[in-house]
């Protein structure tokens, strides 16, 4: 039986790459984005073999409830579960406006939190499991100008931590991945050669990786940085 990968924003960026390496080792992959647009992108270039997908937006409850519901209603158990939904916002603590630090923790962390409670049981149920929480080199280290991007990320390495301790005993593996600069969208507009960032393809490379490890071992917390440096 072919094993579910579910992806959470799987339409662009390291949510693509993810899709695409699952897929290439015959895999099922549930995904969803808040427009149907880049789910039918995606389905069509991939000839909509093996996609599962629903529009849903994961910064609040109920986009949240709609896409665990669609998961659950799957004829399979996630094997794998990678929260790679995410936002980031420029801005320092003193001078972003009022409501940055709860617009992204509802994305960066509570739609982790919430997917997690919502699956996870099922997982469980079947032994076995791995889960991937796509974090930030902002999760060990501030910026000036990320202040409440960097809070939300340590909250996610402190999920994915908890998650670790919790799930030791369940056959349940735990992975944060903290990767630096990446070549996507969010660095849109910027005037800085894409040499300086890393490519979605290899973080996803890396997950497969540790998730292709025995079920007796877990990397823990995975460090990715450009070559040269942060940017």
């Not at 995410?86 to 997917?115: K, R, W």
Request: aromatic share 6%.
């Amino acid at each position: 039986m072919k094993k579910l990968a579910v992806v959470t924003g799987g339409t662009q960026g390291i949510g693509k790459a993810l899709v695409n390496r699952f897929l290439r080792e015959d895999w099922l992959i549930a995904t969803c984005a808040r427009s149907q647009i880049g789910l039918d992108q995606l389905a069509e270039e991939q000839g909509g073999a093996g996609i599962f997908s629903t529009v849903a937006d994961l910064s609040n409850r109920a986009g949240i409830s709609t896409f665990s519901s669609f998961v659950e209603s799957l004829p399979h158990v996630p094997e794998v579960l990678v929260h790679n939904t995410g936002v980031f916002l420029p801005g320092g603590i003193l001078d972003e406006p009022d409501d940055q630090l709860e617009t992204m923790m509802n994305t960066n962390l509570y739609s982790a939190y919430h997917l997690s409670r919502a699956l996870v049981p099922a997982m469980i149920a079947q032994g076995r499991g791995h889960i991937f929480n796509v974090a930030s080199i902002a999760s060990l280290v501030g910026y000036p100008s990320g202040g409440s991007y960097a809070i939300t990320k340590h909250a996610q390495l402190g999920l994915s931590r908890a998650l670790r301790e919790e799930l030791k005993p369940k056959g349940i593996r735990v992975t944060a991945v903290m990767p630096g600069a990446v070549h996507t969208r969010s660095w849109d507009g910027l005037e800085i050669a894409e040499e300086r960032f890393m490519k979605p393809e290899d973080i996803a490379e890396t997950i497969w990786s540790a998730y292709s490890l025995s079920d007796r071992t877990v990397v823990e917390e995975i460090i990715l940085r450009p070559q040269l440096g942060d940017v």
